[in-house]
C-alpha cells in the first residue's frame, strides 16, 4: 500500500473508534499513532514524531506499530482453525491443533498491548490452547467445545 492509503486507513478507523463507547479517548489516540506508525514505517518514511507521541501518551512498547492487514489475515487464521476443529466432530486431529497453536502465536502478537480485549476471556482461549496441545496426539472434543466457548466471548470482546 502506498503512504497516503495507509494514511487513510489509520483515519477511517480513528474515526470508527471514535465512536466506540468500549475504546476509551486515550486508546483511540494511542492507536491511531500506532497505525500512522506503521504507516510510515511501511513505506519508508521517518517515524519518530508518532514515537515520540506514543511515549508522551506514556503508550507501552511504543515502537509497536498496528498493522491492519497483518492482524486480519492472523485473525482470519486463528477463526478457520477452530471452525475446523470444530468441524473434526469427536475426532480432532494434532495436526489442526498445531495449526491452531502456530496461528495463535501471531495473532497475540497482533492483541496483546495493541488491542482492547477482556484479559480473563484473551487468558482462557490461551489456556484452552494449551491444553490441546498437551493433549497431544489424542485431542479431546470436550477441549475443543470448551475453547469454542471462550474464544466466542473473547472474539465479541477483542476491538
Request: proline share 2%; aromatic share 6%.
Amino acid at each position: 500500500m502506498a503512504f497516503e492509503t495507509d494514511m487513510a486507513l489509520a483515519e477511517n478507523f480513528r474515526q470508527v473508534e471514535v465512536k466506540n463507547t468500549n475504546l476509551t479517548a486515550a486508546e483511540v489516540a494511542a492507536r491511531y499513532q500506532r497505525r500512522a506508525l506503521f504507516a510510515h514505517q511501511n513505506n519508508g518514511r521517518v517515524a519518530d514524531a508518532h514515537i515520540a507521541a506514543l511515549t508522551a501518551m506514556q503508550v507501552p512498547r511504543a515502537t509497536a506499530s498496528i498493522d491492519e492487514k497483518s492482524y486480519g489475515a492472523a485473525l482470519g487464521a486463528v477463526i478457520a482453525d477452530i471452525a475446523t476443529l470444530v468441524a473434526d466432530g469427536a475426532t480432532p486431529t494434532q495436526a489442526h491443533v498445531s495449526t491452531l497453536n502456530t496461528d495463535w502465536v501471531t495473532l497475540k502478537k497482533h492483541v496483546v498491548d495493541l488491542r482492547h480485549y477482556t484479559a480473563s476471556a484473551h487468558s482462557a482461549v490461551d489456556s484452552n490452547i494449551a491444553t490441546l496441545v498437551a493433549d497431544g496426539a489424542s485431542p479431546t472434543q470436550a477441549h475443543v467445545t470448551t475453547l469454542n466457548t471462550n474464544w466466542a466471548t473473547h472474539l465479541a470482546a477483542l476491538i
